[in-house]
Every structure is written in structure tokens, then in C-alpha cells.
């Protein structure tokens, strides 16, 4: 298989790491997924890498998988960063118009982009992995999505800057040249999940995503067509599986079997006399526990999540007020009764989210687990040769051809975030 170009999603999650490999023969045809790879996460905590060997052989597995099922090797990859070091902050930049005739240019626009990051006070040990216009201001003019060409002395940019940790990336970066491959571009990872699931409409409507994976949940926030915050909160499904296994003292694996056969997020409509017998999962176990109970353990710790995400809401002035709803996807929104939790608790719409439908062997990823890699393919094709990848000797914003490559990120940025 060697015809078209190909693209390569990994998704570094705290329970498992997915690689997907897309093959696109032509811009106007749809992607084709033609290589999936499943590994059980290893090395990596709260979606944080803390063992870069272990780390390294699990992204290797997942990756040879997805080799072997497309026949084309994954040399280099769109990865999807997490973890709850993920920072975003407002951010402002101020410039004169550069020509006499007063046009803005793309260097102004570059400029402006530069003086963003030169006012940010980002510490040494930080990396900005998104700079994402929410509009830009000339003179009088407010709310211009693109600048270039307009006439005007004075030009601002009101921007979303998102970071993360510099050692976090660095360590992905050793992981994948470990695995036989490197980085190509970095996403962040409800950025990712929205790109696969999330409609324009949605977008303007105002939606927020949330993506509740093992160890983290992370949110996005879209109103008007921009991206207006964005979180990582250290909670996931993986602690509703300790939760069970604390509450029905039994170990995690039977816990996790437990939660996947007979979880529910909501025990209301549950009968009290309904059991769940322990041996079928272990022999070595004993005794039935109650389906309502472990529904209760479920409910209380999904209610946590929810809380949570409520509150990044409120603190932004949209709780209970985004149009689109709420969009849960990740493997956490597949218990049966979240999304009825997350309108009682978010008192918004809510319904699962689904990666949009591509070509090739589309039944392996029609999964909301695969909302985040199929993001990053699709990211991959639209950034296309714009994409850098991240060096572990420079920081981006220290030196002016960094500065010069993240200008034209924002560029891509402006287009898909700005109606």
C-alpha cells in the first residue's frame, strides 16, 4: 500500500494509548483509516509520562499494530498532549502598522503574534503549544477574523494561549525516539477530540465538549465559532474503578470488569434486589453485592466529574447557558445513564459524541475511546507541511524562528476557529 500520503494520530492516555493511521490519496476524498493499534498504557500517570521506557514500549506496541494492519511504518506522528499541568491564559498583543499605506501584511500579523508571546510572563520550564486568536481589533474596528488587507493604524489580537510543561514533552519526545518514530506535531488533547467531533454549527451555537478519559477529564469550550477555555481536570474513569473496587473490597480488575458489564451512572431506576455474583468474574471471589450499590459508587464519582466541569462553566459565565449542550466522548461516556447525569448536573443538552465518519476500516474506530486519535489525523491533514515539531533544546518564543513558525500556526488557527 504506497500510494497517497499518510497521516498518524498517537494518543498517550493514562489506561491505554491508541495509534491511527490515515491514508489520504486525494484532497478531495475522504480519509481512510487503514491501520489501528491498541496498548495498555504503561509508564504514564494522569496522562504525565513518569517512565520513559515503559512508556516507550507501549507506544512501540500500539504502533506496530497499526503498522502491520496499513503496511506502511509510522515514522512520524501527530501526538496529543493531556495532563493537568495544561495551562490557558488571555493574552493581548499591541502593534503599529507597519506600511505607510497602512495595510496590514502577513508580517504585521506576525508581529502582533510576537508581542503576545513577549508579554506573557511564561515560566523557563513551560512550552506554548497554541496561540488561538479570538479576533483581532484595527483602530475602531472590532471583532476582524482576518486582518490582512484591511487598512488601519493600530492593530490588536486578543488570543487564547494555551501551555504545557517542557520536561512533560521532552519525555514524550524520548518515549517516540525509543518506539523507532518522532514527533511531528503536538495537540492538545480536547482540541483534538473536538476536531473529531464537534460540527461548525455546534461551534457557534456554543457546545462544550468533555472528554472523560482514564485518569483526566478534559473540556473545550466553543461559542461563535471560537475556542473560549479550556481545562484538564485530574479525575477520570479509572477512579470510578478504584471507587468500586474500595467499596466492594475486591481488586481492580474485577472492579473494572464490574463497571464495564453492569455500570450504570444512575441508581434510581435500579431494584434494590438486584445482585451481582463476584465468582463469575473470579473464582476466588465470594458473595453478591448489589447492582444498586455499585450503581451509587458510579453515580457519586461521575457526579464529582460533572461538578467540576460545572464549575470551569460558571467560572467563564456560561453555566447553563451554551445552546449546543454538552458533548461527552472517551471511553467514560459509554457508562449508560451519563448523559441523562450530565443534563441534571450541567442542566444543559447532552449527548454522546462520535468521531465523524471516515473512509477504510471505520467499524475499529467508530468509538468515542477513538475521538481523540481521529482528531489528530485530522489535524495532521489540515496543518499539512505547516506542522513543526518540538525540539527538546529550544523553547517555543525564544528564538524568532520559532516565534515565526508558531505565526503561521496561528494562521491555521484563525481559519478554524473564526467564522
Given amino acids: ?6 497521516y498518524v494520530g498517537l494518543d498517550i492516555g493514562s489506561s491505554n494509548i491508541r495509534a491511527v493511521i490515515a491514508q489520504e490519496l486525494s484532497e478531495e476524498e475522504t480519509l481512510r483509516v487503514v491501520g489501528v493499534g491498541t496498548s495498555p498504557s504503561l509508564g504514564v500517570r494522569r496522562g504525565v509520562i513518569v517512565d520513559v521506557d515503559a512508556a516507550s514500549k507501549a507506544c512501540n506496541a500500539a504502533l506496530e499494530q497499526a503498522e502491520r494492519m496499513a ?10 498532549i493531556t495532563g493537568a499541568e495544561i495551562v490557558c491564559q488571555n493574552a493581548l498583543g499591541v502593534i503599529a502598522v507597519g506600511r505607510a499605506d ?8 506576525n508581529r502582533v503574534l510576537e508581542e503576545v508571546q513577549a508579554r506573557l510572563t511564561m515560566p523557563l520550564n513551560r512550552e506554548i503549544l497554541h496561540v488561538i486568536p479570538y479576533d483581532y481589533r484595527l483602530d475602531d474596528q472590532k471583532n476582524i477574523k482576518d486582518p490582512v488587507g484591511l487598512h488601519g493604524v493600530r492593530l490588536e489580537m486578543n488570543a487564547l494561549v494555551i501551555s504545557g510543561s517542557g520536561s512533560h514533552l521532552k519525555n514524550i519526545s524520548r518515549s517516540l525516539d525509543q518506539a523507532g518514530t518522532s514527533s511531528e506535531n503536538f495537540v492538545v488533547e480536547p482540541l483534538a477530540a473536538a476536531e473529531a467531533v464537534l460540527s461548525q454549527k455546534q461551534k457557534d451555537l456554543g457546545t462544550v465538549l468533555v472528554n472523560i478519559g482514564g485518569s483526566t477529564t478534559s473540556l473545550a469550550v466553543f461559542e461563535d465559532g471560537d475556542l473560549l477555555h479550556l481545562a484538564v481536570l485530574p479525575v477520570g474513569s479509572s477512579h470510578i474503578t478504584n471507587d468500586i473496587a474500595i467499596g466492594l473490597r475486591t481488586s481492580i480488575d474485577v472492579a473494572e470488569a464490574v463497571k464495564l458489564q453492569y455500570g450504570q451512572a444512575t441508581s434510581e431506576d435500579i431494584n434494590k434486589k438486584d445482585d451481582i455474583d463476584l465468582s463469575l468474574f473470579d473464582p476466588e471471589e465470594e458473595g453478591l453485592v448489589s447492582l444498586k450499590h455499585v450503581a451509587e459508587i458510579i453515580e457519586a464519582r461521575l457526579e464529582e466529574i460533572l461538578t467540576f466541569v460545572n464549575a470551569e462553566l460558571k467560572n467563564i459565565g456560561r453555566e447553563g447557558l451554551l445552546p449546543g449542550g454538552a458533548v461527552i466522548t472517551g471511553g467514560g461516556a459509554l457508562l449508560p445513564g451519563t448523559v441523562e447525569l450530565a443534563k441534571h448536573i450541567l442542566r444543559l443538552p447532552a449527548h454522546i459524541g462520535y468521531p465523524k465518519a471516515l473512509g477504510g476500516i471505520l467499524d475499529q474506530v467508530d468509538n468515542p475511546q477513538f475521538s481523540t486519535a481521529i482528531g ?8 499539512g507541511s505547516r506542522k513543526t515539531s518540538f525540539s527538546p533544546d529550544k523553547m517555543l518564543g525564544a528564538l524568532p524562528e520559532s516565534v515565526r513558525e508558531a505565526a503561521q500556526k496561528v494562521r491555521q488557527w484563525s481559519k478554524r476557529f473564526l467564522p
Fill in 71 to 80: 503496511g506502511h511504518p509510522a515514522e512520524r506522528v501527530t501526538v496529543a
Fill in 102 to 109: 497602512g495595510e496590514v501584511a502577513e508580517d504585521d500579523v
Fill in 1 to 6: 500500500m504506497s500510494r497517497g500520503h499518510y
Fill in 376 to 383: 489528530l489525523i485530522l489535524f495532521a491533514r489540515e496543518n
